[in-house]
């Protein structure tokens, strides 16, 4: 007698390749280089408007640019490394340079003209206040005689 | 045995402090040695540079800022202070030691000093 053989058998390793898969589209497009984005954000989210801190040291205003899109914030700018290093011998080199941009999605529009930003001891802290036009609006509900 | 809850009055919870090592740069020309260290948020209030023999510590703190009414949904830089130690060669003059902090980034140099030259002792007769 031929042994009904099962179609689909059951794969023990089907839910681990399922959670590997999502994890995969989630983390897909962060780079895997293993080093930290710069800068490091910190961002909050409330009500009226999103804050966000950068921390850039070393860094000056005029070689930062910070520009908002839709509901995108982009913060880029350059690294400059030390303008004369001959005759010197580096013993660590631990600070980076270079051109760096970070991107930060937000949760509603901004009202690009009232952005506000304000550098101190190396950090960055933009204000940006939510869209006039973004915000929730009560709807009113016309009650119709039956 | 009767289990006894026993609670403590005004115990204060105190969150671990998140202390970090600070990006470190260290280079030397003929005359002096220069560390520079990355610890934004830190300006020369919170800054404590110490030398002891030929320790040199450097210890800073960051105030949080705190935002009511938000939530916070990246926290990317969240260091209570930075600290960190070097040991300086012999060959140091430790009492010209310059330290300044601009935008987050204490630079500090050292000078170099010549090795003790061998000298001549008098011997005086007693």
Redesign the interface.
Same mark, same amino acid.
């Given at each position: 007698m031929l042994l009904q053989v099962q179609e689909r058998a059951w794969n023990p390793w089907h839910e681990l390749e399922r959670m590997e898969a999502e994890i995969g589209r989630i983390f897909g497009d962060m780079g895997m280089s293993g080093a #930290?984005?710069f #800068?490091?954000?910190?961002?909050?989210?409330?009500?009226e408007d999103v804050?966000?801190?950068? &921390?850039? #040291? &070393?860094?000056?205003p005029k070689d930062i640019e910070i520009s908002v899109v839709d509901k995108t914030l982009t913060i880029k700018g350059e690294r400059g490394g030390a303008s004369e290093t001959d005759?010197?011998?580096?013993?660590?080199?631990?600070?980076?340079l270079g051109r760096f941009v970070r991107k930060?999605d937000l949760p509603y529009r901004i009202e690009a003209s009232s952005v506000s930003a304000r550098?101190a001891?190396?950090?960055l802290?933009v204000t940006l206040p939510r869209a006039e036009d973004d915000r929730p609006r009560k709807i009113a509900i016309e009650a119709t005689a039956n | 045995m009767t289990g006894e809850k026993t609670t403590v009055e005004n115990s204060a919870t105190v969150a671990p402090e998140k202390v970090f090592c600070p990006?470190?740069?260290?280079?030397?020309? /003929?005359e002096n040695f220069y560390i520079?260290l990355?610890?934004? $948020?830190?300006?020369e209030q919170s800054l404590y540079v110490t030398i002891e023999k030929n320790l040199l510590a450097v210890c800073g703190t960051v105030k949080a800022?705190e935002?009511p /009414?938000?939530?916070?949904?990246? /926290?990317?830089?969240?260091a209570d202070g930075y600290r960190r130690t070097f040991t300086l060669p012999d060959e140091t003059d430790r009492e010209h030691i310059q330290a300044t902090i601009?935008? $987050?980034?204490l630079y500090m140099l050292v000078p170099k000093a010549a090795p003790a030259t061998a000298r001549r002792i008098e011997v005086t007769t007693g």
């Open positions: #930290p984005a #800068p490091a954000l910190n961002a909050w989210t409330g009500e804050v966000v801190t950068a &921390g850039m #040291p &070393g860094m000056e005759g010197r011998t580096y013993h660590r080199r631990e600070r980076s930060l550098f001891n190396g950090v802290k | 990006h470190t740069d260290i280079y030397e020309d /003929g520079e990355e610890m934004p $948020g830190v300006d800022e935002f /009414g938000h939530r916070q949904v990246l /926290g990317e830089h969240e601009k935008n $987050g980034v």
